[in-house]
């Protein structure tokens, strides 16, 4: 079966203190992951993509993601948190249609708060 | 540099009226199409991908169709609008399986 977790409805962290966001994925072959960032009444935002090659990838806003294949995981992660990196976040991965052709399978989404 | 569009941002219709929703996308040819629906936003639903001009699969049987009657336009419709349809519904593209999608504003639609 193809799908994506994310373990946490909503996460709290301090202004300035590091953030992590978890996903977990389930796909045959070759994952290719994603992690979208939604703000209130907008559409998703693309933030970064793991394909292949160096396990940390870097993406926009200083957001930084760490795939590890042996726990299925891709974490979304930023040093320093803003209170402006308050928004709904999604994890993605490449599935399958059920007529063979590639689509995207999003988690349910966390909610991140940061607070003054 | 590319820009996708959809129209209306807002819409309040009542049951059983039609519906059409529009997405285009310029500055890129042939994209992957898709139309989702978030429910109470959160997770996102697929409905409707296309390949191509013509090409529609459907993820979820319901009461909707799409038609992409050009290469970067996409259309959303249902014959008779049900309570269940209201929703935000987001149109995307691609530029192929391995890259990321892009994402409209969005339709907040609202049946009475």
């Known amino acids: 079966a193809q799908s994506v977790a994310q373990p946490e409805d909503q996460v709290n962290v301090a202004e300035g203190n590091p953030l992590t966001v978890k996903c977990t994925y389930s796909v045959s072959g070759n994952p290719y992951l994603f992690w979208y960032v939604q703000y209130p009444n907008r559409g998703l935002q693309f933030l970064l993509k793991y394909i292949t090659g160096d396990n940390l990838v870097k993406g926009s806003y200083g957001f930084e993601a760490e795939f590890n294949k042996s726990q299925t995981s891709f974490h979304l992660k930023k040093p320093s948190a803003l209170v402006s990196d308050s928004a709904l976040y999604f994890c993605?991965?490449?599935?399958?249609?059920?007529?063979?052709?590639?689509?995207?399978?999003f988690g349910t989404g966390t909610r991140l708060k940061v607070l003054a | 540099s590319q820009t996708i569009h959809q129209w209306p941002a807002t819409l309040v219709q009542p049951v059983g009226s039609p519906l059409s929703l529009e997405c285009t996308v310029e500055g890129t040819s042939n994209p992957n199409l898709y139309w989702y629906r978030q429910a109470a936003g959160r997770g996102l639903q697929l409905l409707f991908y296309s390949v191509g001009i013509g090409q529609i699969s459907s993820e979820v049987p319901q009461n909707l169709s799409a038609s992409r009657p050009q290469d970067r336009q996409f259309i959303l419709s249902s014959k008779k609008l049900l309570l269940s349809d209201s929703g935000f519904y987001l149109c995307a593209w691609s530029a192929g399986t391995a890259h990321e999608q892009y994402f409209g504003p969005g339709t907040r639609l609202t049946v009475t």
């Open positions: 993605a991965v490449r599935g399958f249609t059920t007529s063979g052709t590639y689509k995207y399978i």
